[in-house]
């Protein structure tokens, strides 16, 4: 069998423009002409034998060989960079200050401990999961370098604007196992809410969006904690409003007409400061390219003019 060596240059562009959901975008974020881009995708092709992607309405998706490539290409990248940076930052030593909200806690700051204690043995990370006011106000402190946090217009700004990394739709949250609650929907009872204890962007956005509806509602329950919403609406007390990070096996996104539709969320990855010191730029990217490997968050990243 004839032996594929990958050009990574060419499976970074495929990435790209896979995540962006734009190969034209993909073109401007690596600094290349679409040309460039096209020629790249066609050796792909000729390597594997294979289209990799196929034409839908404007724009194009995988094919189930490009699908399958998809994955090995993001490890062989992922590879690749923990590579590049452990070298050039092998003598990097101190610790670097990290907060974000709880939602990524389990899954994005398990995968940026890993992977940054790998490729930075002698760095120590001081992180911290927290709600976004207590994040900003750390931030602004000097207490934080970094803070991956959710942003809206009524948020407190950070010392230095940070992009959007994503725009998600917020959802009405309930148990797995629970079924449709028509007089939740048809105003004839107030609809138990479980929230975060106030200041909240998201409790604020589901009792906005009720107002707006007429929809009658009261707080069954209320938490300074996520894992204390996610138990609470678990066990049927009612129903919240997050994203779909994280959320635990046992509860499930509602597709409920009966409940108003929320406003999107932005994503956002703070700086304490204009210049970050050498631990935190390295820390920074490894964020960023958590996040852009994340399933709930890449698919929404194309939405985002980044």
């Known amino acids: 069998m004839r032996r594929i060596t990958f050009d990574l240059d060419v499976l970074r562009t495929f990435v790209t423009g ?26 792909l092709e000729d390597q594997l034998g294979l289209p990799v992607l196929r034409k839908e309405g404007r724009g194009m998706v995988t094919t189930s060989a490009g699908e399958s490539l998809l994955g090995y290409a ?28 709880e939602d990524f806690g389990e899954h994005i700051l398990t995968e940026v401990l890993g992977r940054f204690a790998r490729v930075h043995p002698r760095l120590r990370i001081e992180a911290c999961v927290a709600r976004n006011a207590d994040l900003m106000a750390q931030l602004a402190a000097g ?8 942003h809206s217009d009524a948020a407190p700004s950070a010392p230095a604007p940070a992009p959007e990394l994503a725009r998600l739709t917020m959802r009405w949250i309930a148990a797995a196992d629970s079924g449709a609650w028509p007089a939740w929907g048809g105003g ?19 009792i906005q969006a009720l107002d707006r509806a007429g929809i009658p509602w009261r707080i069954a329950f209320s938490s300074p904690s996520l894992g204390g ?22 509860l499930r996104a509602l597709e409920q007409p009966g409940l108003p539709p929320l406003p999107v969320i932005g994503l956002r990855l703070h700086c304490g400061s204009d210049e970050l ?21 890449s698919a929404h990243a194309a939405a985002v003019g980044r």
Request: hydrophobic share 55%; aromatic share 2%; net charge positive.
């Open 18 to 43: 896979v995540d962006l959901g734009s190969f034209a975008k993909a073109a401007e974020r690596l600094g290349r002409s679409t040309s460039a881009v096209s020629a790249q995708l066609k050796k």
């Open 74 to 101: 993001r490890r062989l990248l992922e590879l690749n960079d923990e590579a590049a940076t452990a070298v050039r930052g092998a003598e990097l030593a101190g610790s670097v200050r990290l907060g974000m909200q």
């Open 229 to 250: 919403v996610w138990a609470a609406v678990a066990a049927g007390l009612g129903v919240t409003v997050r994203t779909a990070i994280g959320l635990p096996p046992a």
């Open 188 to 206: 004839r009872e107030p609809l138990p809410l479980v929230m975060m204890d106030a200041p909240c962007i998201m409790r604020s956005a589901a």
């Open 277 to 297: 010191s050498a631990p935190a730029r390295r820390l920074h990217d490894i964020v960023l390219q958590a996040i852009a490997a994340h399933p709930a968050i």
């Open 143 to 150: 207490r934080l370098e970094l803070a991956l946090a959710w």
